[in-house]
């Protein structure tokens, strides 16, 4: 079975730009959570979408966005990037609603706001 | 909120002595599980891990343990034998328990570093 694919897996844009990350499931999988990753922020969760629908958020403003398609592939979205938004975006799929359920990661999307 | 402290910024270990990383978390939740994350240089996130909060036996996987203390809010693990290909940041995480969902709280990690 695949794993936890990102694309794109490296991205370069400047301030003020937008842009939009892509993350395939596990097949089966109908969970996607995306977290940034920051030497100084650390891991954050940003959001998951269960079944197209956002079931959870984290405090990030609302420059982040994302959406879940019908065949569980999600995208995030940053507008307006700003020098801070440099970090490791992971996403992580999961096959139900339960919390018991483990989580897998991808290998992430590194992106640097110039 | 749940927050989840790792005290520990480095740690390093020789080749096959043990090492055990330390990590507290704090929640007034009663059902929630805790994990342990490895992340190496490639960013990988591997989920080495995972107890129950509802078990009071502690979670093993092969040379990797933990010691789960619920009273104390404390999750340790522990790695035995310790070999190269363990050197990586490992992060404790926590995550609520039912339906609410994959969001996991992570501590800001534990560098590890394994001496030949």
């Known amino acids: 079975k695949a794993g936890v694919t990102q694309t794109p897996r490296y991205l370069i844009k400047t301030r003020g730009q937008q842009v939009t990350l892509s993350c395939s499931p596990i097949?089966?999988?109908?969970?996607v959570s995306w977290y940034q990753q920051t030497p100084g922020q650390g891991l954050q969760f940003l959001f998951e979408?269960?079944?197209?629908?956002?079931?959870n958020k984290g405090n990030f403003p609302g420059r982040f966005s994302g959406r879940q398609f019908s065949n569980s592939r999600s995208e995030m979205n940053v507008s307006t990037l700003e020098l801070g938004d440099s970090a490791l975006y992971l996403c992580?799929?999961?096959?139900?609603?339960?919390?018991?359920?483990?989580?897998?990661f991808g290998p992430g999307t590194r992106l640097t706001v110039l | 909120a749940q927050t989840v402290t790792q005290s520990q910024p480095e740690m390093s270990v020789q080749e096959a002595e043990t090492v055990t990383l330390s990590c507290t978390y704090d929640?007034?939740?009663?059902?929630?599980?805790l994990f342990w994350y490895k992340q190496p240089p490639s960013r990988q996130m591997i989920l080495v891990i995972r107890q129950e909060a509802y078990k009071q036996q502690n979670a093993t996987e092969n040379r990797f343990s933990v010691n789960f203390q619920k009273a104390a809010k404390s999750f340790s693990l522990k790695i035995s034998d310790s070999q190269l290909g363990d050197a990586a940041m490992y992060f404790c995480a926590y995550r609520s328990g039912g339906t609410s969902g994959s969001r996991l709280t992570f501590g800001e990690g534990t560098q590890l570093t394994v001496n030949p």
């Open positions: 097949s089966g999988h109908r969970s």
């Open positions: 992580a799929s999961m096959f139900g609603g339960s919390s018991y359920n483990e989580q897998f």
């Open positions: 979408y269960f079944s197209e629908t956002q079931r």
């Open positions: 929640t007034s939740e009663s059902d929630y599980y």
